[in-house]
């Protein structure tokens, strides 16, 4: 099965921008729908956004739509997470996540990129 590492965390201000990227390996990556979770200290993990397997779909949590962007490179194997007008409460480990077409749940789990925003 696949295998994911995340990239691209770190420290930004308020109202700044990062994108955190997510590389696969080992499988298909185009038969699986990506996801973006994220947890912060205390709290449970929380979905933030996902995107199907070509792309065409994409969803959101209400409390970043407008502002994140969901997107994927089949040919790269990747997914990214374009995050605008961040705020301290985006602050949190966010970690990507792989769902085979078909399946009912998330299988496939990175290791998570901390980003921190600071006010």
């Known amino acids: 099965q696949v295998q994911l590492v995340e990239s691209g965390g770190g ?4 109202g700044g ?9 080992g499988g298909t990556f185009s038969s699986y729908d990506m996801g973006w979770f ?3 200290p205390g709290q449970e993990r929380e ?6 397997w070509s792309g065409r779909s994409t969803s959101y949590v209400i409390s970043v739509k407008g502002r994140f962007t969901i997107s994927r490179e089949n040919t790269k194997n990747t997914v990214y997470l ?7 409460e985006d602050t949190a480990v966010y970690y ?11 299988g496939v789990w990175g290791q998570g990129t901390q980003v921190t925003v600071s006010s």
């Open 11 to 14: 420290l930004v201000q308020a």
């Open 17 to 25: 921008s990062l994108r955190v990227s997510c590389a696969a390996s």
């Open 38 to 40: 994220r947890q912060a």
């Open 47 to 52: 979905f933030v956004a996902s995107v199907s």
């Open 82 to 88: 374009q995050m605008n007008s961040l705020k301290p």
């Open 96 to 106: 990507c996540a792989a769902r085979f077409r078909g399946a009912t749940g998330y």
